[in-house]
Nanobody, 115 residues
Framework: QVQFVESGGGLVQPGGSLRLSCVAS????????VGWFRQAPGKERERVSC????????HYSDSVKGRFTISKDNAKNTVYLQMNSLKPEDTAIYYC????????WGQGTQVTVSS
């Protein structure tokens, strides 16, 4: 059974940190481009970060560059998003994805940054 299960969201104060995880089963992340999108109420979906399939290069949106770090552990079949120095404008539902010939999405996890 193919699954892509997210965890790690929650409520955090401004300046705090969270680490999101997305564990794949039924397919192998090493063969996929992976990344994270987020969707905030009333805003367009934004691709936050990604890792290329072929060269493993990482990319970040300008809004998170220098604060977020994406990584992938092929042995654990998991992709991570380490989020530091969180701001209220980072509040959104975060979705992981894996794209190749097939496309898989995580179920989404809520991140709320508020004091």
């Amino acid at each position: 059974q193919v699954q892509f299960v997210e965890s790690g969201g929650g409520l955090v104060q401004p300046g705090g940190s969270l680490r999101l995880s997305c564990v794949a089963s039924g397919f192998f992340l090493q063969y996929y481009a992976v990344g994270w999108f987020r969707q905030a109420p009333g805003k367009e979906r934004e691709r936050v970060s990604c890792i290329g399939k072929s060269d493993g290069s990482t990319h970040y949106s300008d809004s998170v560059k220098g604060r977020f770090t994406i990584s992938k552990d092929n042995a654990k079949n998991t992709v991570y998003l380490q989020m530091n120095s969180l701001k209220p404008e980072d509040t959104a539902i975060y979705y992981c994805y894996a794209f190749s010939r097939s496309r898989y999405w995580g179920q989404g996890t809520q991140v709320t940054v508020s004091s």
